[in-house]
């Protein structure tokens, strides 16, 4: 029971709430921010995005954590989700200062992953850890195209996905020193198509 209470404290949290940073935001304060309304519009759907992620993030690891029965690795996913929170008061932030919103369909994305959360952890630990591993490699690639993608002068958001990039691929690392197993490559392909999906609708809605 309490760790459902937990699971649908953490929903409402991150769907309704205002996230807090544990940490500060990432900035380059030698390089001020200077954009074009067509910039800005480019930059807040790519922070969309990265946003929509967040949320996903969230609903992973609190559906892993609820799904196993082991106690050290129910710690290790909260403690992820607690870092990602990061991530989602970041990127919050920054779409507020865009003059920009989170994606309408944030409900969706979150049940989805949250399904996808649960699923993997039935499978058992070390597909769920497996899970996690390919998710941040796949994150951490996408992030690694929006500093190609972002406006040139948006240093305020290049600051933040650059962090968001480090932290995840060390997300990444952690699974796999924790007994990952390597998820089979038809997986691998269907987890990159359903993501495609999700960062095209989540830049415009």
């Known amino acids: 029971m309490d760790a459902l209470l937990t699971a649908a404290d953490s929903a409402l949290r991150t769907l309704f709430a205002q996230p807090h940073a544990a940490n500060p935001c990432p900035t380059l304060a030698e390089h001020a921010t200077q954009l074009t ?7 807040a759907g790519l922070m969309r995005v990265n946003h929509v992620g967040e949320v996903c993030a969230q609903a992973l ?5 609820l799904a196993t029965p082991n106690k050290a690795l129910r710690a290790h996913f909260t403690q992820a989700c607690a870092e990602e929170t990061d991530h989602l008061a970041w990127t919050a ?4 200062e865009l003059d920009s ?25 070390a597909i769920s850890l497996g899970f996690v591993v390919e998710t941040e490699k796949q994150v951490g690639a996408h992030l690694q195209s929006h500093l190609e993608l972002l406006p040139e002068g948006d240093h305020a958001s290049r600051a933040i996905v650059a962090q968001m990039h480090d932290d995840e691929l060390r997300h990444a690392q952690d699974a796999q020193a924790a007994g990952a197993v390597e998820l089979p490559q038809p997986v691998k392909e269907l987890m990159r198509a ?4 999700m960062t095209t609708v989540a830049e415009r809605i």
Do not use: I
């Not at 359903?194 to 999906?197: D, P, Q, R, S």
């Open 93 to 96: 932030q920054r779409l507020k």
């Open 61 to 65: 690891y609190t559906a892993q954590a």
């Open 37 to 43: 309304d067509t910039e800005k519009r480019k930059a």
């Open 194 to 197: 359903a993501a495609k999906v």
């Open 101 to 125: 919103r989170p994606s309408l369909l944030n409900p969706l994305w979150y049940a989805g992953a949250f399904g996808l959360g649960l699923l993997a952890g039935r499978m058992g630990d």
